[in-house]
């Protein structure tokens, strides 16, 4: 089955063609992205009215470009997946409203998928991907989870984020540092030139079991840290690059102890980690670290499918359109929350 993917939740604009008839990363025979980050950095953050106007500029020559690539016309198309949530709304709608269109044209069917489910599922693309059952750590803008996944479409949520996201974290305190937006890898390049020992900053709900995150404590903590630098005339590059650092070192450790604690808990000895702060290179060496310890492998997309794109949509779209499933017609999906 060749599925059309789109990628539309908020600021990049993705699209794919999987084909289920090759295994693997074989099946993904084009794949697109237009990222808007450079219109919404000028705002400090997405601006959603203009997110939703740049989908529909760009989606349809995007579609175009991966149909030459593949190379594959319309109508050798056998059903197209889009985006259906969580996200902005108006950018959900014009991957929605487009890909039912298509559908409907073209006489296929279409379906909306989870945008974490394919975050998820992206190092299902790469060439030696993890075996089911596994342990995944989604890490985006809007999500902190740890996941038990048995199969495609069993999920058993472990734990997550009680207020910030991992992501969201990383771009409060990239303002607060006055870097640009998305502040994740500015926030990482800097913390590559700060003092690893200069600060130690808490590592929120480490103390107490569970397998719960919380980092809006941790962001205060880095705002008072910057403040106090500030106040006593001390706020250079290098104090700069050390709140970073220390900033990092906290999130990265409180990510790979309670990554430890549901390997523990699970007893699996694979583990995914997913989204974009999964491109966090602090992050992958502590978990390598962690891994090695106790004899469990970590799998991780390529840098480019860490953040959003059209192939993890692609391939979650295929695996679920193979196995029967899809919209009903007309009932187009786009749901800006959904758990
Ligand atoms: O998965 P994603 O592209 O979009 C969402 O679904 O949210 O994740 C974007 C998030 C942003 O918060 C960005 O700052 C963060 O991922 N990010 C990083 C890095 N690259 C992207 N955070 C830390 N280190 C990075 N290298
Ligand atoms: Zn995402």
């Known amino acids: 089955m060749r599925v059309l993917g789109i990628e539309t939740s908020c600021d990049e604009t993705g ?25 919404h950095t000028e705002y ?32 050798d ?16 709608m014009v991957g929605a409203a487009t890909a039912h269109g298509m559908a409907r044209a073209l006489d296929i069917p279409v379906l909306g998928v989870h945008h974490m489910e394919g975050h998820l599922l992206a190092p299902m693309l790469e060439s030696e ?11 985006s803008g809007g999500h902190t989870q740890l996941v038990a996944v048995e199969g495609i479409g069993r999920y058993q949520l472990l734990g997550e984020s009680v207020d910030d996201a991992a992501g969201e974290a990383f771009d409060k305190a990239a303002k607060m540092l006055g870097l640009p937006y998305p502040g994740g890898p500015h926030v990482a390049r800097l913390a590559e030139q700060g003092d690893p020992k200069r600060f130690r900053f808490p590592r929120p709900m480490t103390d107490r079991p569970g397998l719960d995150f919380s980092f809006s404590g941790l962001k205060t903590h880095t705002l008072t840290a910057i403040r106090e630098l500030e106040a ?11 709140v970073a650092r220390a900033f990092e070192e906290a999130v990265a450790d409180t990510l790979v102890i309670k990554c430890r604690r ?40 390529r840098g480019r499918f860490c953040t959003d794109n059209g192939a993890m949509i692609a391939y979650v779209g295929a695996q679920r359109l193979a196995a029967g499933e899809s919209d009903a017609e007309g009932q187009m999906q786009a749901t800006p929350r959904w758990p």
């Open 15 to 39: 699209v794919a063609i999987y084909d289920t008839a090759y295994p693997g990363g074989d099946g993904l025979l084009a794949d697109a992205l237009y990222s808007q980050i450079a219109m």
């Open 44 to 75: 400090g953050g997405v601006v959603p009215e203009l997110a939703s106007r740049d989908h529909t500029r760009k989606l349809l020559p995007l579609v175009e470009q991966v149909l030459r690539e593949a190379p594959l016309t319309r109508q």
């Open 77 to 92: 198309l056998d059903g197209i997946a889009y985006t259906a949530g969580p996200g902005l709304v108006g950018a959900l």
């Open 129 to 139: 991907p993890p075996a089911f059952p596994f342990v995944a750590l989604l890490v």
């Open 232 to 242: 006593s005339g001390t706020l250079d590059e290098q104090a700069r690059a050390d």
């Open 262 to 301: 549901a390997l523990d808990q699970t007893g699996l000895k694979r583990i995914v980690m997913a989204g974009g702060v999964s491109a966090n290179t602090r992050l992958r060496e502590r978990l390598a670290v962690e891994c090695k310890k106790r004899n469990a492998r970590a799998y991780y997309p």
